[in-house]
């Protein structure tokens, strides 16, 4: 079993930067890819970026490649998503996910979703 929980979301303006946690419980944790999705209102989620526990391999979204950056601090079992560049079009609520295979997590086929933290960029 894991348990994930996002925080860090909120109100910025129009390129501005934001930083989310991930905080994620669970002994099995080094099987996982971790990841982030989003979304919009009114809109399906959708992947934003990917990072393996074990590893260096990450992956992301063309709409989000060179602005924004996952990474992971395994001794405080936290993912982050820094977040650059902000974009109206970026807000949404962001939610953490495990998976483990990547091909499974760009189908949105997770094993495990956080409860999602709320991201407004104002224009």
């Known amino acids: 079993q894991v348990q994930l929980v996002e925080s860090g979301g909120g109100l910025v303006q129009a390129g501005g930067s934001l930083r989310l946690f991930c905080a994620a419980s669970?002994?099995?944790?080094?099987?996982?890819?971790m990841a982030w999705f989003r979304q919009a209102p009114g809109k399906e989620r959708e992947f934003v970026a990917a990072?393996?526990?074990?590893?260096?391999?990450?992956d992301y979204a063309d709409s989000v490649k060179g602005r924004f950056t996952i990474s992971r601090d395994n001794a405080k079992n936290t993912v982050y998503l820094q977040m650059t560049s902000l974009k109206p079009e970026d807000t949404a609520a962001y939610y953490c996910?495990?998976?483990?295979?990547?091909?499974?997590?760009?189908?949105?086929?997770?094993?495990?979703w956080g409860k999602g933290t709320l991201v407004t960029v104002s224009s």
């Open positions: 996910a495990a998976a483990p295979e990547l091909l499974r997590i760009r189908r949105l086929d997770v094993d495990y």
């Open positions: 669970g002994r099995t944790l080094s099987r996982y890819y």
């Open positions: 990072i393996k526990w074990i590893g260096s391999s990450t």
